[in-house]
T-cell receptor, first 115, second 113 residues
Framework: GAVVSQHPSWVICKSGTSVKIECRSL??????MFWYRQFPKQSLMLMAT?????????EQGVEKDKFLINHASLTLSTLTVTSAHPEDSSFYIC???????????FGSGTRLTVV | KQEVTQIPAALSVPEGENLVLNCSFT??????LQWFRQDPGKGLTSLLL?????REQTSGRLNASLDKSSGRSTLYIAASQPGDSATYLC????????????FGEGTQLTVNP
């Protein structure tokens, strides 16, 4: 099956610093990856869609200068939260759509806490 | 705009019961529907993927059906176990959503020993 590896699983950072989250497709090429944010007891909120080799498409209300997305290869996409603040604390999950009838595959998520 | 609704929002059952989770969507022009499971603090695990041309999919104790014309899907869990306790999410992928999934709000299932 299709596997997406996401790291780190949790991170604590100080306010004002930047944090990078990686998402790798291990056994398939992901031309498109998706980044979600999830608040407690809520469903997933799509933040942006990243396409390999081009700029990401951000959903309305998502600050593209705060949430930098890079999709430099067919197997790696990164989300960098810049100048993090406590309100950026959340659960971030990546996803990719695989071929071969597996649908969408999700990473294990990253719990970000900004102190 | 596609909207996905899941009922009930929460469900608590004793171990061994058979149960049904419901999902409805407003735009029937979908390519597929996917059921996921999410444990607390974890990512999503795909359970079943139903293509628009299919009526149902089965995996172990799970059976998912799809009635595209009426905009409904059900997830049937047989002989529920405490380990089935999780949030179950339904998501559709269709013509009106580009390449994005549209999620329901989920059903939080608790199976009591």
């Amino acid at each position: 099956g299709a596997v997406v590896s996401q790291h780190p699983s949790w991170v604590i950072c100080k306010s004002g610093t930047s944090v990078k989250i990686e998402c790798r497709s291990l056994d398939f090429q992901a031309t498109t990856m998706f980044w979600y944010r999830q608040f407690p007891k809520q469903s997933l909120m799509l933040m942006a869609t990243s396409n390999e080799g081009s700029k990401a498409t951000y959903e309305q209300g998502v600050e593209k200068d705060k949430f930098l997305i890079n999709h430099a290869s067919l197997t790696l996409s990164t989300l960098t939260v810049t100048s993090a603040h406590p309100e950026d604390s959340s659960f971030y999950i990546c996803s990719a759509r695989s071929q071969g009838g597996y649908g969408y595959t999700f990473g294990s998520g990253t719990r970000l806490t900004v102190v | 705009k596609q909207e996905v609704t899941q009922i009930p929002a929460a469900l608590s059952v004793p171990e061994g019961e058979n149960l049904v989770l419901n999902c409805s969507f407003t735009d029937s022009a979908i390519y597929n529907l996917q059921w996921f499971r999410q444990d607390p603090g974890k990512g999503l695990t795909s359970l079943l993927l139903i293509q628009s041309s299919q009526r149902e999919q089965t995996s172990g104790r799970l059976n998912a059906s799809l009635d595209k014309s009426s905009g409904r899907s059900t997830l049937y869990i047989a002989a529920s176990q405490p380990g089935d306790s999780a949030t179950y999410l339904c998501a559709v992928y269709g013509e009106t959503s580009g390449s994005r999934l549209t999620f329901g709000e989920g059903t939080q299932l608790t199976v009591n020993p």
